[in-house]
Structure formats: structure tokens, C-alpha cells
């Protein structure tokens, strides 16, 4: 069965810096289409960046461009999310997506099958 679990999310302030993983349970996080989603409350549940399982690119959206790196650990089976220069619209429950691919938008929900259950990410003074 395949799982992710996510964490790291928690309460920092604006500035701040959080760092989120995804653990891959089943398959091998190299095997897979990677993406970060998040939503946040009344709003719909938008992409924030994604990691190819082919060439290890990266994509993400606009408002998270040069503050967000996305990467990947082989050996940890994990994918994490860095977050730095963090704003209150960042707040958000956080997701770990993954698909067995290819995507043809990555930013797609409906692309991705496994899904985890999802980490707060709080961004208040």
C-alpha cells in the first residue's frame, strides 16, 4: 500500500524559516512525481512546488519562487519542503502528493493518487 506521511509544520513567525517532510511508504520517493500542495481555510488547494522522478527538476509556484526549495533524500526516502522569508499567506495546511507519472500539470490535484494527511503550517507574530 502506498503511504506519505508529512510533518514539520508548526506556528513561526513572519520571516521564519520551517522545514517539511514527506516520507514515502511503499515505493521509493525516486520512483514517483513529488509535489507539495497546500490549502488554506476557504480557499482551494493550490500546488507549491513539485520534484521530477525523471531529471530531479523542480517547479514551483509564483508566490513561493526563490523563498521555497524543494528536494529530495534517496537514502531517507524522504521529500522536503524548505520555507524561508515565511508570510502570513503561507498559512496553510500543508500536503505531500505523489504519482507514478508522468504529469502534464504538475499544479493538478486530479494528477496525483496518494496523498497524505497533512501538515499546519501557522504564520503569526
Known amino acids: 500500500q502506498l503511504e506519505v506521511v508529512e510533518s514539520g509544520g508548526g506556528l513561526v513567525q513572519p520571516g521564519g524559516s520551517l522545514r517539511l517532510s514527506c516520507v514515502a511508504l511503499g515505493f521509493t520517493v525516486d520512483s514517483y512525481e513529488i509535489a507539495w500542495f497546500r490549502q488554506a481555510p476557504g480557499k482551494e488547494r493550490e500546488g507549491v512546488a513539485h520534484i521530477s522522478r525523471w531529471d530531479d527538476s523542480t517547479l514551483y509556484t509564483d508566490s513561493v519562487q526563490g523563498r521555497f526549495t524543494i528536494s529530495r533524500d534517496n537514502d531517507k526516502n524522504t521529500v522536503y519542503l524548505q520555507m524561508n522569508s515565511l508570510k502570513p499567506e503561507d498559512a496553510a495546511v500543508y500536503y505531500c502528493?505523489?504519482?507514478?507519472?508522468?504529469?502534464?500539470?504538475?499544479?493538478?490535484?486530479?494528477?496525483?493518487?496518494?496523498w497524505g494527511q497533512g501538515t499546519q503550517v501557522t504564520v503569526a507574530s
Open positions: 502528493a505523489a504519482a507514478e507519472g508522468p504529469v502534464v500539470g504538475w499544479f493538478d490535484s486530479l494528477e496525483y493518487a496518494c
